[in-house]
């Protein structure tokens, strides 16, 4: 759900992409995104969705033929891992048990027993939306710092939502976009590059022309972007970080940490297992499954149809098996509180209906 704000800012007068007004636009929009990823380098803006940002980063740092350890913990860490291959990298996978948080000893010994010691890099889930698992980002940071390997984290549907600081720990590379907690239309990826990585950008090979970070930067230094951007979705954006900043990070960490728990507590008080592993919980996606003799597709038919109210069901192997409520977007606890009242409802009607009849 986006707020009226947001909406609102997308109607404004459209806006000469080559002129000042631009260039203040854009250098509020970095001044607004800096503390959210926790950097003081730089942010670049690119006019596509979040898969859009992760290719970008991909090629941007590495070259065909370099060596990545990929470590999903669900279906987007896969996407991720694909990606890479198509960029020529020899990807190989460090494999997670489904709906459990990366380990991170798992990680040092993958990366200690690594004869060769090669890697060129790590790509990293912050938080995977196919399991509604979060992953321990500053564990993590603290296997990888001092090592050579460059770190890339996907944080599409992490920031903003729960606290990540990249200079702290030590990332290289951190991709997000418009849509998830910062509850912007989709349209814009946010990619924050450590001076560590734009040096490796700068001598990594391969094909790029439209997703091309370092263009990107050259010029965001004089206040563009290298193509048109998309300036309603800008607008809207500039909006939700006026919105986030006056109520400040603190609370929204907060309040996708209260939803999400909430959420979890009435789904288990309805009969539905928790997907994500006790360690493990994303505090914008629960994912859940549901009690026996309740269909998970029926049910999010059934809030659609009904209820005007969407969830979402499991993707890939988890398709049918279990639903998804994402705690993202301009939701009022009066919402969260609503789609659990109907889903109780819901939930005893299946229930009721595959139960045998007395007689
Ligand atoms: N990574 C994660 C963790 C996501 O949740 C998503 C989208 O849901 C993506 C990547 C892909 O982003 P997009 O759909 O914006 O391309």
Same mark, same amino acid.
């Given at each position: ?86 960029? &020529? ?5 460090? !494999? *997670?048990?489904? @709906?459990?948080?990366? =380990?991170?000893? +798992? $990680? /040092?010994?993958? %990366? ?8 060129? &890099? ?5 938080? !995977? *939306?196919?399991? @509604?698992?979060?992953? =321990?980002?500053? +564990? $993590? /940071?603290?296997? %990888? ?215």
């Amino acid at each position: 759900m986006v707020a009226r704000p947001v909406r609102d800012a997308m109607a404004q007068p459209m806006i000469n992409h080559r002129g000042p007004e631009f260039a203040e636009l854009l250098a509020r929009l970095e001044r607004g995104m800096r503390p959210i990823f926790g950097t003081s380098s730089d942010v670049v803006f690119l006019g596509c969705s979040g898969t859009g940002g992760l290719e970008a980063a991909v090629t941007a740092l590495f070259s065909p033929g370099d060596r990545v350890l990929a470590c999903p913990v669900g279906v987007f860490g896969y996407r991720f891992a694909a990606i890479a291959r198509e960029h &020529g990298c020899a990807v190989e996978i460090l !494999e *997670t048990p489904s @709906g459990a948080a990366l =380990d991170p000893q +798992a $990680l /040092a010994a993958r %990366l200690a027993d690594d004869d060769a010691r090669d890697f060129t &890099g790590v790509l990293l889930t912050h938080n !995977e *939306t196919s399991t @509604g698992v979060q992953n =321990d980002m500053r +564990a $993590l /940071a603290s296997v %990888l710092r001092g090592r050579v390997v460059f770190s890339v984290v996907d944080s599409v549907s992490g920031l903003g939502a729960a606290p990540f600081e990249m200079d702290a720990w030590g990332y290289d590379v951190v991709v997000s976009a418009s849509q998830k907690a910062l509850a912007v239309p989709p349209g814009v990826a946010m990619i924050a590059v450590s001076p560590r990585g734009w040096a490796a950008m700068a001598q990594a090979r391969g094909e790029k022309y439209y997703f091309d970070v370092l263009k990107a930067r050259e010029f965001a230094r004089i206040g563009q972007t290298p193509w048109t951007p998309p300036i309603a979705i800008l607008f809207a954006l500039d909006a939700s970080l006026a919105i986030f900043h006056t109520a400040g990070a603190d609370a929204s960490f907060e309040r996708h940490a209260e939803y999400a728990q909430r959420i979890r507590t009435g789904l288990e008080g309805l009969g539905f297992r928790i997907y994500s592993r006790p360690n493990a919980h994303s505090v914008t996606v629960v994912a859940a499954e549901p009690p026996r003799g309740v269909d998970a597709n029926a049910l999010v038919a059934a809030l659609r149809e009904k209820h005007d109210i969407i969830i979402s069901g499991g993707q890939a192997d988890l398709a049918g098996k279990i639903i998804r409520i994402g705690t993202m977007g301009h939701l009022s606890s009066r919402d969260v509180e609503r789609a659990l009242g109907v889903m109780a409802v819901e939930v005893r009607i299946e229930e009721g209906f595959r139960k045998p009849r007395n007689g």
